[in-house]
């Protein structure tokens, strides 16, 4: 018969009991053994939610305080020797070391990377890989896991563990590059036996997960796929192999030829590829169909599931299994915990519950049916009717700007030449201009303030007079610091997408919708359901009372369509493009709104226009083009002398470094300070044509540099980008950092710029 399965639950805690208890135990409010107690109790909740959601194999293993590829780095005993790891089971605060560099007992150490999750917004903590390492297990939390989820829900439980290839390709080798390759047969034996003592211990099925073959893979490693699961035989042992995340294309015969006794696939972003999987994978074999969408909270059209899974299911009966796309660890918990979602909007909507509940209907529907079947695929038809036929979805008047969009909407009057004289005559910038990122300080009085005010207990007379003078107060200091563009602190707002998708139509909040972005932080991204509008300015109030301080530009602080799209739930019922090319059009307006109230200088955040880039190369380009145009329709309904500004954070910009001149911006500023300004390459070798502001003072550290560090940055990103079209500035935002760092950094950083300029003709 048709299984109904799980390849991940959130492990985060509906309350996010996982980053209290861990907090707690990191600040040394509780002890190991409380640790545990709690990390136990939650996850005897999540397998008993999934047993209630009336699954057929529930996952174990997938728990974590922290990372799981950093549990399986710690299983394989894969630890750096900084560590000071001498063999034998690792220490629970050895893994805390490694993530975050300190824990409550041993000697702090540089932490180990942490870096994006495929084209999730979750972190993991990168494998440092060397040449002459070793393996050995050195863990024992995924067989103690198996055994608790066998007392919770008996032969159900199903062990779960990252593939040995997966993990290889997700390290970085440390020091002197070498092949990866290279460590794998030192590796599979150390696999092999992690999965005979599960098979010792009573598992039946091991999901082990290889999400890169839905990657473009080199040929070498395409072959190793052959040769490590080859090797990967145990006894009675079945291993479900899992990918997701996109489809396996030129992947997909190695994927079914595999020695495995069945394959996952993600139906939801490889819909198309299910019925040629299920032509090539042998019918002996258990085809799992992930056709629950596990990245996104819309409930789904069963109906439409179940036309797909009917023709798999008429060919391999049992053989067919169903199951979310990908683990459930990139949506919220439950649904049922919000009770301020308007119920419409509620009625669309599916978190991982009820995600559970969607795999199991299908399962009882492809078995014939009951009379329960019938009445929950009525209540998902209405649901989806509604949603189809909801003003709150379609708004004519957008629908109907889209369609009417002048030629020429992408373009700015003047090339960036030409605007950069209207500019110069209007700003009156120094060589070498100082500016911030945009935020400052976001301190305890501020975030309480905020609380307050959220919770009625603060007037908006006086909330907002509180920001008035938290403005003043960053104007004055800038004043004090003598920077050249002055920006206004951005104490209004907690988070940069949140602060617009509250002001913007089309956006919902929940109240628990928590997801994962690494170790004990959790975001909870916006609902983009509907189209978007701007019903009133945004931004405009605050940057004009900051104007009104000072003589000094101020620079407007926006952030940027793409950012906005990628750190939301998107809806799913039309392209992500034209969702982008709606919020642009709004942002275009504000853009214009702050140059109608006098602001000659407006930054347009695009900190996660690297990250949106799709999976696969040959889907980059698509991506890119309407990328770019959405910011170039929110940045080019002003005049020549307004000064259009982006900001980027993260660190390869090389394969992308046209798209990013594509963006237009008159000046950038980047990221750059911690990579000691050889990220700049990729601008110089391209002879990036507009302004750059390249980060001197790396905001994620305490430290501060000294004028000369910052000076000798300087003089190296001068001789890659002509001084005249050269930015002083920090790498990021300044809102992690206290006042007293902030007042040592800024004023020295001015210091830099003078000295520099002192050091030119024409400065
Ligand atoms: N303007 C934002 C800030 O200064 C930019 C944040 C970011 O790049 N992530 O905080
Ligand atoms: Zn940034």
Not at 253 to 266: E, I
Not at 319 to 326: D, F, Q
Not at 619 to 631: I, K, T
Request: charged share 25%; hydrophobic share 40%.
């Amino acid at each position: 018969m048709t299984q109904a399965h799980n390849l991940g639950f959130p492990r985060i805690g509906l309350k996010r009991e996982m980053k209290t208890a861990v907090e707690a135990y990191w600040k040394g409010d509780i002890e190991r053994d409380e640790l545990e107690r709690r990390g136990a109790a939650l996850r005897r909740r999540n397998w008993q939610a999934q047993l209630e959601a009336g699954l057929d194999f529930i996952p174990c293993g997938d728990f974590s305080w922290y990372d799981h590829v950093l549990d399986t780095t710690v299983l394989l005993g894969a630890i750096p020797p900084r560590f000071g790891h001498g063999g034998g089971a690792v220490d629970l605060d050895t893994c805390f070391r490694m993530a975050r560099g300190r824990a409550p007992s041993g000697e702090p150490q540089p932490a180990c990377e942490m870096t994006k999750w495929f084209d999730t917004n979750y972190h993991y903590i990168v494998p440092e890989l060397s040449e002459a390492m070793e393996f050995s297990v050195s863990s024992d939390k995924l067989f103690e896991e198996y055994r608790q989820a066998r007392e919770t829900v008996g032969e159900r439980a199903r062990p779960v563990l990252p593939g040995p290839l997966t993990w290889l390709w997700l390290g970085k080798c440390a020091g002197a590059g070498f092949d990866r390759l290279t460590l794998l047969p030192k590796l599979l034996p150390v696999y092999g036996e992690i999965l005979s003592r599960l098979k010792a211990l009573g598992a039946e099925w091991v999901q082990i997960d290889e999400p890169i073959l839905a990657l473009d893979l080199p040929p070498a490693w395409q072959g190793a796929f052959e040769r490590a699961y080859h090797g990967l035989q145990v006894k009675d042992l079945k291993l479900l192999l899992t990918v997701y995340f996109g489809p396996l294309a030129e992947n997909l015969k190695l994927a079914c030829g595999l020695p495995v006794a069945g394959l996952h696939v993600d139906g939801v972003r490889a819909e198309a590829e299910l019925s040629r999987v299920s032509d090539w994978l042998p019918k002996h074999k258990v085809l799992s169909a992930g056709v629950i969408d596990g990245r996104n909270v819309w409930r789904a059209d069963l109906e439409r599931k179940l036309e797909a899974l009917a023709p798999l299911h008429r060919q391999r009966g049992g053989n067919l299994w169903v199951a979310p796309s990908c683990s459930l660890l990139h949506t919220p918990v439950d649904l049922a915990a919000e009770t301020r979602l308007d119920p419409e909007l509620k009625s669309w909507l599916a978190f991982s519950v009820q995600k559970l509940e969607e795999v199991t209907l299908l399962k009882r529907a492809l078995a014939g049916g009951d009379d329960g079947t019938a009445a929950a695929l009525e209540d998902c038809r209405k649901a989806l009717a509604s949603r189809r036929a909801s003003s709150r979805v379609v708004d004519p008047s957008v629908r109907e700007r889209l369609e009417n969009l002048e030629p020429g909407i992408d373009q700015r009057h003047t090339p960036y030449p030409g605007r950069r004289e209207s500019q110069r005559r209007r700003l009156k910038l120094p060589l070498l201009p100082t500016t911030t990122i945009g935020s400052f300080p976001q301190t305890a009085e501020i975030r309480a303030r905020r609380r307050a005010f959220k919770a009625g207990e603060l007037g908006e007379d006086r909330y907002h007079a509180f920001l008035r003078e938290q403005i003043a107060f960053a104007v004055a200091k800038q004043e004090e610091y003598g920077l050249d563009v002055l920006v206004h602190g951005e104490p209004e707002r907690n988070d940069m997408v949140e602060y617009f998708g509250e002001r913007l139509r089309g956006f919902a909040f929940t109240e628990n919708g928590w997801v994962q972005s690494y170790g004990s932080r959790c975001v909870k991204p916006p609902i983009l359901y509907g189209d978007v509008s701007r019903p009133g300015p945004m931004t405009v109030e605050w940057i004009a009372y900051a104007q009104s301080l000072t003589e000094k530009p101020m620079k407007g602080m926006l952030t940027g369509p793409v950012t906005m799209l990628q750190w939301s739930f998107v809806r799913d019922d039309q392209p992500r493009a034209d969702t982008c090319l709606q919020i642009a059009l709004a942002l275009r307006d504000e853009v214009t709104d702050l140059e109608r109230a006098g602001i000659g200088v407006i930054q347009i955040d695009e900190p996660a226009l690297r990250e949106g880039l799709p999976l696969r190369r040959r889907d980059w380009p698509g991506y890119l083009e309407w990328a770019v145009r959405s910011f170039r329709i929110a940045a080019s309904g002003v005049e020549d002398h307004t000064q259009i500004h982006t900001h980027m954070c993260y660190a390869e910009f090389n394969d992308i470094i046209e798209h990013i001149a594509a963006l237009d911006a008159d000046v950038i500023t980047l990221e750059t300070s911690r990579s000691k300004m050889e990220l700049l390459d990729a601008f110089a070798g391209f002879e990036y044509p507009n302004e750059i502001g390249p980060g001197v003072y790396d905001i994620h550290s305490p430290n501060v540099p000294t004028v000369e560090e910052m000076v000798a940055l300087l003089e190296k990103a001068a001789e890659k980008i002509p001084p005249e079209r050269l930015w002083v500035n920090p790498d990021c935002g300044l809102k992690t950092r206290q006042w007293p760092e902030v007042d040592a950094a800024l004023g020295r950083m001015v210091e830099a710029a003078r000295r520099m300029r002192a050091a030119r003709p024409g400065g």
